[in-house]
């Protein structure tokens, strides 16, 4: 897919393009970033693409003719334009992978005190990522590129995707590394029980109660299914399960000792 971003501060993506997932990703032609300054675009003939509100108010308002010939001279036939606006739907996972299949996304970025309103009439979507002020959209453009451009087959493995958090509604499972042992925590020895099953299932438990804890938001919309409502109640009980006991008694030869 190829991801046009419109902004007046193209030097901000530099690092963001020549960087880890996103430099490996481009180079293996994954996708495209094409970051045009909407500074090109201007008629101005100071060169300037923002003016004093009309009306008065402070701060400076971006002109409307520059970001729109902007948007004409690089968008295609099927692109799909979003404005990073805090009119718009909060940013999620769900909207991340609907992105993913598109063919060709252009994101504006705002700048200064805003942008002059007409230029909401050229585009497809608003789009926020919370309830906070940033100085421009530069910062989101890249939050969406990277969400999206991740999802993309060939971008990272497979099942790097599968169990991250927000699959599902739910918050990842707690992962460790080795030492087993560091600063008195332990890894719980489930993990090296060698019992793919029996970790499979607890991981599935510290993803429902680490989401009830953190995230009640995301848990109520969850359908819960008997095995995980059973997990729960295992949980309330403060008590290791039969099926876990079982898990680690037959993988003590796997289990690390302390």
């Known amino acids: 897919m190829n991801i046009t971003i419109l902004t007046l501060f193209p030097e901000m993506f530099e690092g963001f393009k020549t960087n880890s997932i996103m430099k490996r990703a481009l ?14 675009y201007t008629k101005d003939k100071y060169g300037r693409t923002d003016t004093p509100p009309i009306g008065g108010g402070a701060g400076l308002i971006e002109k409307c003719q520059p970001i729109v010939d902007a948007l004409k001279a690089n968008k295609k036939e099927g692109s799909h ?37 007409r230029v909401n009439s050229y585009v497809d979507e608003l789009i926020s990522i919370g309830d906070y002020v940033l100085t421009g959209g530069e910062i989101p453009a890249m939050g969406i590129a990277d969400s999206v451009i991740r999802l993309l087959d060939g971008a990272i493995t497979a099942d790097s995707l599968k169990d991250e958090s927000f699959n599902n509604d739910l918050l990842e499972y707690p992962q460790y590394t080795e030492p087993y042992e560091y600063d008195g ?74």
């Open 81 to 117: 334009v979003i404005l990073m606006s805090p009119r718009g739907e909060t940013y999620s996972q769900k909207k991340a992978e609907s992105y993913a299949k598109l063919d060709d996304l252009i994101i504006i970025c705002g700048h200064y005190e805003g942008i002059d309103e």
């Open 185 to 258: 925590q332990m890894v719980p020895d489930i993990l090296y029980s060698g019992n793919h099953t029996a970790i499979d299932k607890w991981r599935r438990k510290q993803s429902l109660l680490l989401t009830k804890k953190h995230r009640p938001d995301l848990f109520e919309k969850l359908t819960l299914s008997k095995a995980d409502l059973k997990l729960l109640k295992e949980a309330e009980i403060d008590e290791t399960p039969k099926w876990e006991l079982d898990a680690l008694e037959k993988g003590k030869k796997f289990i690390h000792n302390s």
């Open 27 to 40: 180079g293996k032609g994954v996708a495209t970033i094409n970051v045009v300054n909407i500074r090109d």
